[in-house]
């Protein structure tokens, strides 16, 4: 419900009635966070965690159990964070469809665009690897499409 | 649970009795299950239905509101009234930020600061455990082998005795083979 801030009194007797069953309780809620809790709280940091960068599993050894550990949890990292860049490419796609439609096509297609192929890298690095994926998973999924492609010629064009 | 109840029961039957004598009072009563008429000085015994389930849920819910919800409901207006949640900002340079500071919730970083190990702590301490019982998967595999080759061999009693020198014996072994198979392992034409 928009309440916006000001400016001429609306007409729309329908939409001031909507606001007024709005603001019933809205206006008292509002009310209390602008006047009791805002100038009570307190304003202090809270810092987002950025984790260094560790061997891979390609740079291990393969008996190394501490170094496939951490490679493990920088892979467990790096999925989760590349598959929040996904989502955040498909909300952005679903808002400008939602916002455009009928002519979303057209209109938005390079966020469709740019969604695919972000779509296809995550499947290619992520994709099929089951419930327990481990970072040696993912290397050898990447070394068996690399022989893949020596014998058939380039999967796409995000593997060439 | 077992020492607990036998705590309560000797506390019960020793400390909490009740030693004093209770003189018996008979009288005629009357039963009813309404008001009477006022009138006449008899006992009155009011035959209700049963208000137990009544008083053990108002007991419950006294309980469980001065010792759950006011508490923790004060607790929790006052940690987002007058405490707040944080502002995220960016990690001034040179400044490690300890493991508290990366939570928002003002309870959430009581949690983690003051009852949670922390979470480098906690995965050191795993990768410790974790190589540390690679060792000893090591040990054990070198030890397996190192049986599995004595059973090959059968050159060595234990790897721990050592009365000669195998190698020695593995080379006699080996010239003496590499002999019968040169010139036959016939003796007796030997002694002409």
Known sequence: MVQGEG???????????????????DAPVTWFREKVVEPNQKK???????????????????????????????????RAVDSEILGILRMRYEDCMMFERPDHL?????????????????????????????????????????????????????TK | MMPWTACRYFIEKTLLINRKQVTCITQHVKFSISEPLRGGDQRIFRLTPSRFQWH????MFHLYAMVGLIPVGAIIFYSNVYIGPAQLTVTPPNYCPKHWEYHRHPISRFIARYIHNSPQQEYEKFLHFIDEEKQKAKLRALEKQ???????????????????????????????????????????????
């Not at chain 2, 053990?56 to 007991?59: N, P, T």
């Open chain 1, 7 to 25: 400016g001429p009194p609306d007409d729309n007797l329908f939409r001031a009635f909507a606001s007024a069953v709005y603001n019933t309780i």
């Open chain 1, 44 to 78: 202090y940091p809270w810092y987002h965690q950025k984790f260094r960068r560790v061997p891979t599993i390609d740079q291990c050894y393969s008996d190394d159990v501490i170094c496939d550990y951490e490679a493990n949890a920088q892979f467990k990292r790096d």
């Open chain 1, 106 to 158: 057209t209109v938005c297609k390079p966020f469709w665009e740019r969604y695919k192929d972000a779509e296809e890298a995550w499947f290619i690095k992520y994709g099929d690897l089951g419930a327990y994926a481990d970072a040696r998973k993912a290397y050898m999924k990447q070394k068996h499409r690399m022989i893949w492609e020596r014998r058939h010629g380039p999967l796409s064009e995000h």
């Open chain 2, 56 to 59: 053990k849920f108002k007991d």
């Open chain 2, 146 to 192: 190192v049986l599995s080759k004595m059973a090959e061999r059968h050159d060595y009693k234990s790897y721990y005795y050592r009365p000669v020198y195998n190698k020695y014996i593995r080379i006699n072994k080996k010239i003496g083979d590499s002999l019968i198979m040169e010139m036959g392992d016939d003796h007796d034409g030997d002694q002409d």
